[in-house]
Nanobody, 124 residues
Framework: QVRLVESGGGLVQPGGSLRLSCAAS????????IGWFRQVPGKEREGVSC????????YYLDSVKGRFTISRDNAKKTVYLQMNSLKPEDTAVYYC?????????????????WGQGTQVTVSS
């Protein structure tokens, strides 16, 4: 059973940092792209970043470029999202997901497996 579990969220002051983790289990292999998404209540879920199976960062949301960095540790079957210089507008529930494909898709509907999400709150 494919499972993704996010962790690392929390409350942080503006300008602070958090590192989110997305741990995968139940995969027969780990040769898949993993994406990070976020959602604010009342708004659509949006793609934040994605990393291909080979370790290339496929994209970053414009508003997080230069502040967020995606990485992966295949030995641990974990993808990370390092978030620096956090802003109040980064407050959201962050999800990771996979489409069980080596490349990144941009459409949310292409992703078959989602984690439960982790709350990130940026506030003073």
């Amino acid at each position: 059973q494919v499972r993704l579990v996010e962790s690392g969220g929390g409350l942080v002051q503006p300008g602070g940092s958090l590192r989110l983790s997305c741990a995968a289990s139940g995969f027969t292999s780990y040769d898949y792209a993993i994406g990070w998404f976020r959602q604010v209540p009342g708004k659509e879920r949006e793609g934040v970043s994605c990393m291909t199976s080979s370790g290339g960062a496929s994209y970053y949301l414009d508003s997080v470029k230069g502040r967020f960095t995606i990485s992966r540790d295949n030995a641990k079957k974990t993808v990370y999202l390092q978030m620096n210089s956090l802003k109040p507008e980064d407050t959201a529930v962050y999800y990771c997901a996979t489409a069980l494909f080596r490349l990144c898709y941009r459409e949310l509907s292409d992703y078959d497996y989602w984690g439960q999400g982790t709350q990130v709150t940026v506030s003073s």
